[in-house]
């Protein structure tokens, strides 16, 4: 007896399951990449330069003509640094100018100047074409803070892993849903805490501790959602999920463009998760997690509600039907929490692990790398991300279709070679070519979407029943861990923009390469059981292409279940 099999007698997918997916599932996902990727726009950096005092009247040269021409001396290329100007008498100053239009004048000038000392710009003007402030210009993080931005968004991704073990036990002990309502809440409250702040320190931490909830706020409530549609609702559950994030990834460009204020936008975004107070009611907690609490009581309520909201008697062996799920719930944490250590024993289920985890590190870190790396690309970074976001569309269809008409194997080596191949052209791509390097970072994203789409159903594939959820959670905190690093990996392109295209590349080459050795599971039956995992694949040639249509006939509920246990977010 499964639970599904409980969910059907109830009316399956009825008007109840529709309420959630249609009403709570699809505005939340279009929301959600307002509250996870808010911060590109809001740390952007805009062009700067270093302030001056008026020159004419410090050095007293009212009389002389064009007399700001001696700025362009005076302040270094990189618009950091500065001649000491209480160093510089009338007479220097005079002299600087008298020879600002002689051929040597960079000679003569660096003569003029030596033993100068120079220092450091106190006040920076920033170009306002795109905005008229951010959180960068509002705390001068550029020269020699500029690596700030990226502390920023490292410690984000510090406590989105602290808070995803966090939430995630807490959530095992007290129930998803008020765990649910406290992650709404911190995301409230924090993140509109980190706006109205004034200084750098505060800003970091309450961004700390808003990114802690990011995972959990919309992962717990899917899961339940999960729990109850059956496995052919699942697929449409994951669609909606999808379609809805990037419809949501290409409007935050533009919420941004329009707010031109890092304050105004995120009021805008940390409201984002507001909305979800007003589901309270709606979303029911978990049947499965009071199951396995022994509250057959609350779980016998939320079930006549939802046969009721469907139109259903509820059926008189409920009460027993409950008694049987519980049972066959307990038996399969037994079983997983004996068999963990089956992952590392078994060469073979080893090797798999560890070839998903580098494709699942490689497609995570260029899925948030090219989206951070938005402000280097040429261009208007709010189409660039606007173009990133919209190519997601075919990504989905083309990674759907690839992997069922070509097999999950080869179209995932494709797919991730031509991530490697996007980013290391952009290495030799000039700066002055703005369409062709943006057009080489859509490739990627493009490539990287789409191979992030078949792996995950490659990892849930090729993983056996009883460690599929284990496994599959292990893989994603990996490169939620090694994602850590992107930030400052993309703050080094300001260095030379080759620099993190060269890293992502390689990374994907590798990830590429490595995914040839993953035994093809398209048109094969789920593993059920550690053994089978571990001889799966054995008489399947390295070149072979499965384009097998078919399929895979032992689609029990358990297995489906936790292959499609919760939703892909990227970010």
């Known amino acids: 007896m499964e639970f599904e099999d409980v969910i059907d007698k109830l009316g399956g997918y009825g008007r109840f399951q529709r309420l959630l997916v249609w009403v709570y599932l699809a505005p939340a996902s279009l929301l959600m990449p307002g509250y996870f990727m808010n911060q590109i726009f809001m740390l952007s950096v805009p062009k700067h330069s270093c302030v001056l005092p008026d020159l004419a009247v410090t050095f007293n040269l009212t009389d002389a003509p064009e007399p700001d021409i001696l700025r362009k001396f005076l302040v270094t290329d990189d618009e950091c640094s500065m001649y000491a100007l209480d160093s510089i008498n009338e007479s220097l100053a005079r002299g600087l100018l008298s020879v600002a239009s002689a051929v040597d004048a960079g000679a003569n000038v660096t003569r003029l100047l030596h033993g100068v000392e120079k220092m450091a710009c106190t006040e ?211 079983i997983a929490a004996a068999r963990t250590f089956d992952l590392f024993l078994k060469p073979r289920i080893r090797r798999n692990i560890l070839i998903i985890t580098v494709s699942w590190v490689a497609n995570s870190c260029a899925y948030y790398g090219l989206h951070i790396n938005v402000t280097n690309m040429s261009g208007n970074e709010f189409l660039n991300f606007f173009l990133l976001g919209l190519v997601e569309f075919p990504a989905s269809v083309v990674g759907w279709w690839t992997m069922e008409y070509f097999g999950r194997r080869w179209s995932n080596v494709a797919l991730q070679l031509l991530v490697s191949v996007a980013c290391l052209a952009s290495c030799f791509i000039p700066t002055e070519a703005a369409v062709a390097g943006v057009t080489a970072s859509l490739v990627a994203k493009f490539a990287c979407a789409a191979s992030f789409m078949i792996m995950y159903q490659q990892a849930a594939e090729v993983m056996p029943t009883p460690l599929r959820s284990f496994a599959l959670g292990a893989s994603s905190a990996f490169s939620s861990a090694f994602s850590i690093c992107m930030p400052y990996i993309i703050y080094l392109g300001r260095y030379g923009n080759w620099i993190p295209f060269m890293f992502l590349g390689l990374l994907a080459a590798a990830a590429g390469i490595s995914a040839a050795w993953l035994p093809e599971t398209n048109g094969y039956v789920l593993c059920q059981t550690i053994e089978d995992a571990e001889e799966f694949g054995k008489d399947q040639q390295f070149f072979s292409l499965n384009r097998r249509k078919e399929k895979r006939k032992d689609y029990d509920k358990s297995a489906s279940k936790e292959k499609e246990m919760e939703p892909m977010t990227k970010a």
């Open 124 to 334: 920076f003007a920033y170009d306002d074409t795109n905005y008229e402030s951010t959180a960068s210009t509002q705390w001068d993080l550029v020269c020699d803070r500029g690596h700030l931005p990226s502390l920023v968004f490292t410690l984000g991704s510090v406590g989105s892993a602290i808070g995803t073990v966090l939430l995630g036990t807490l959530s095992d002990r007290i129930g998803r849903k008020p765990v649910f309502i406290l992650t709404v809440f911190i995301a409230t409250v924090f993140g509109l805490s980190s706006i109205l702040v004034t200084n750098f320190i505060a800003f970091a931490m309450l961004r700390f501790m808003n990114a802690s909830v990011m995972p959990q706020i919309f992962q717990l409530p899917y899961i339940i959602l999960l729990e109850l549609v059956g496995p052919a609702q699942r697929t449409l559950m994951l669609g909606v999920c999808c379609i809805s994030w990037t419809v949501g990834l290409c409007i935050l460009p533009l919420v941004a463009y329009l707010s031109r204020s890092w304050i105004l936008l995120g009021i805008i975004c940390s409201s984002c998760a507001i909305p979800n107070l007003f589901y309270y009611k709606l979303i029911p907690e978990s049947p499965r997690w009071l199951l396995s609490q022994n509250k057959i009581k609350e779980t016998t309520t939320i079930l006549k509600r939802i046969a009721k909201t469907n139109g259903v008697e509820v059926p008189e062996d409920l009460a027993s039907d409950l008694v049987k799920v519980q049972k066959k719930i307990a038996e399969e944490k037994e």
